[in-house]
């Protein structure tokens, strides 16, 4: 399947898109891993990204544009993609588009999910998150804790908060969400490819999903 996951942060993209993985090897590709990979590696793109990252702002077009063209190109990516996290604002997306007509890679979907953003707020705030970079497996301390606390249960590294997780920086990353990304789904439904999914269950969106791809 070749999918974009739209909404907000703590909608629950990521772990929908690791569910979708398991159905078909498509691969889930998130510029946020990919750019936090590249923080803590300490590279020349993550020396870049992180003072946008940690205030909660977007890191510029032009840097994500760069990742997802290589990205796209790889090989794991035949089988199918769930973007997650990307397109971000409405450029983004023009790029997506050329850059898709030029690989002749055609969409079956825009799922956008949408949760309350109350419910998002405290999702956030109780989010923990693996901090080895080849794996990120997510937490919640309330809902889905590790069986060891702060220990990640896949991978045994620490599982943490993350910079940008502070209230602060929350509410600033869903301003910016608003500001920015909503009108995204905008893009896509005028192209006829956006479909709004409900629910604030992962299982929920993933049956959505299958049921409108007829899977
Ligand atoms: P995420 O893990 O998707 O919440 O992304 C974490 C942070 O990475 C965001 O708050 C942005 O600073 C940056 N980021 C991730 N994806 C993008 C994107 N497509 N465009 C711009 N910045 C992004």
Do not use: W
């Amino acid at each position: 399947m070749k999918l974009i996951l739209l909404g907000a942060p703590g909608a629950g993209k990521g772990t929908v898109a690791k569910l979708l993985t398991a159905i078909d090897g498509s691969v889930q590709i998130s510029t946020g891993d990919i750019l936090r990979g590249a923080v803590q590696a300490g590279t020349e793109l993550g020396k870049e990204a992180n003072g946008y990252m940690t205030r909660g702002d977007l890191v510029p077009d032009s840097l994500i544009m760069g990742i997802m063209e290589k990205r796209l190109q790889e090989a794991d990516c035949q089988k199918g993609f769930l973007l997650d996290g990307f397109p971000r604002t409405i450029p983004q997306a023009e790029a997506l588009t050329e850059l898709l007509a030029k690989l002749n890679i055609k969409l079956d979907m825009v799922a956008d999910i949408d949760v309350p953003r109350d419910v998002i707020f405290d999702r956030l705030c109780t989010r923990r998150t693996c901090s080895n970079t080849d794996c990120q497996a997510i937490y919640n301390i309330k809902s889905n804790p590790t069986k060891v606390e702060g220990i990640c249960d896949k991978c045994g590294s620490p599982a943490i908060q993350r910079a940008d997780e502070t209230e602060e920086a929350i509410g600033h990353r869903l301003d910016t969400y608003n500001e920015k990304t909503a009108p995204v789904a905008g893009f896509y439904e005028k192209k006829g490819l956006l479909k709004k999914i409900t629910g604030t269950s992962s299982d929920v969106v993933v049956a959505a999903i299958k049921k409108q791809l007829g899977l």
